[in-house]
């Protein structure tokens, strides 16, 4: 299985941050790597898929980057809607794993 | 609106069985692959399964901690997914999401994720 490993556990920010949140596979999943937004009590939400592509109606200060084992979400100025967990999961291979999640709270 | 409802959750002793539906909505649901995945009690997500459209043959896939135990299926003429659950443990407790699994091809490959996603409905598995 592909393990997906996730940095920092949490992040303390404020409002106008650029915040950076990296994920790590266990080995090479190339662009295979979607990321998610979740908010207490919600569902997950689709931010970007394939690596870097936005899902409609996501915000532009979101972007994500990398491959084969590195990648990176970064919000470019954090918003008050921002704080929340993010969970990247690869879909490279079965099973599908996520990394353990990114805290994201106010600073 | 797409849009993914599910229920059947409860409360289940140790060793019980529990089925789980997920009605979707607003999409053509026979072309669509759809997952299950869940997540206990502020811990992170895990997938659980999946399984796929006609055309690729209902196939189905399981994590280990649930192959064995737990059972995908779909109904296409009444656009449900269903997750039977079988000899249920208390690590089984969780809030568990179904999913739909959806493809583009931004540069050259087909990546699939999971683009809607319902609310969930809670499971505890407890004497």
């Known amino acids: 299985d592909v393990q997906m490993t996730q940095s920092p556990s949490s992040l303390s920010a404020s409002v106008g941050d650029r915040v950076t949140i990296t994920c790590r596979a266990s080995?090479?999943?190339?662009?295979?790597l979607n990321w998610y937004q979740q908010k207490p009590g919600e569902a997950p939400k689709l931010l970007i898929y394939?690596?870097?592509s936005l899902q409609s109606g996501v915000p532009s200060r979101f972007s994500g980057s990398g491959s084969g084992t590195d990648f990176t979400l970064t919000i470019s100025s954090l918003q008050p809607e921002d704080f929340a967990t993010y969970y990247c999961?690869?879909?490279?291979?079965?099973?599908?794993?996520f990394g353990q999640g990114t805290k994201v709270d106010v600073k | 609106e797409v849009q993914l409802v599910e229920s059947g959750g409860g409360l289940v002793q140790p060793g019980g069985s529990l089925k789980l539906s997920c009605a979707a909505s607003?999409?053509?649901?026979?072309?669509?692959?759809m997952h299950w995945v869940r997540q206990s009690s502020g811990k992170g997500l895990e997938w659980v399964g999946r399984?796929?459209?006609?055309?690729?043959?209902?196939?189905?896939a399981y994590a280990a901690s649930v192959k064995g135990r737990f059972t995908i299926s779909r109904d296409d003429s009444n656009n449900t997914a269903y997750l039977q659950m079988n000899s249920l443990k208390t690590e089984d407790t969780a809030v568990y999401y179904c999913?739909?699994?959806?493809?583009?091809?931004?540069?050259?490959?087909?990546?699939?994720?999971?683009?809607?996603w319902g609310k969930g409905t809670t499971v505890t598995v407890s004497s």
């Open positions: 999913t739909r699994l959806v493809g583009a091809k931004p540069f050259g490959y087909y990546y699939y994720y999971m683009d809607v």
């Open positions: 607003g999409f053509i649901f026979s072309d669509s692959a």
């Open positions: 399984i796929r459209s006609k055309a690729n043959s209902y196939a189905t």
């Open positions: 080995q090479s999943i190339s662009s295979f």
């Open positions: 394939a690596a870097f």
């Open positions: 999961q690869q879909g490279y291979s079965t099973p599908w794993t």
